[in-house]
């Protein structure tokens, strides 16, 4: 079901590259195909989850993905999930400032810089 991390996920008839995102008011839209894999695959082993951050560990470059509830709970994910799922939405967003954290909410495919979505308390 997953990528081997360092690669994408499978995303037919989706717009890849730097065209693929829309900015939204400081949001940018991953690629339609890209939202959908990571979607399906998360909610596939923790179905409450509606936001994922998205951040690189300093020391060894290990990208990671953190999942949350509506309500901004921690939500754990497997490994292989935490880093398939970073590394997917890093391919799609390669022109983001992956120093800082960033946030995916799964129902719209926004990504956003983490602490952007103050209303969700997270």
């Known amino acids: 079901m997953f990528a081997t991390p360092g690669t994408a996920p499978r995303t037919e008839g989706a717009e890849t590259g730097l065209n693929a995102g829309v900015v939204l008011g400081g949001a940018t839209r991953i690629s339609e195909g890209t939202a959908r894999a990571i979607e399906s695959s998360v909610r596939a082993v923790a179905p409450a989850v509606t936001v994922v951050r998205v951040s690189v560990s300093e020391a060894d470059h290990l990208w990671l993905a953190r999942a949350y509830d509506a309500d901004g ?50």
């Open 73 to 122: 709970a921690n939500v754990p994910l497997p490994q292989q999930h935490e880093e398939a799922v970073a590394r997917w939405i890093a391919v799609d967003q390669p022109q983001r400032d992956w120093q800082l954290q960033h946030d995916l909410d799964l129902a719209t495919g926004h990504l956003t810089v983490a602490g952007a979505q103050t209303t969700a308390g997270y």
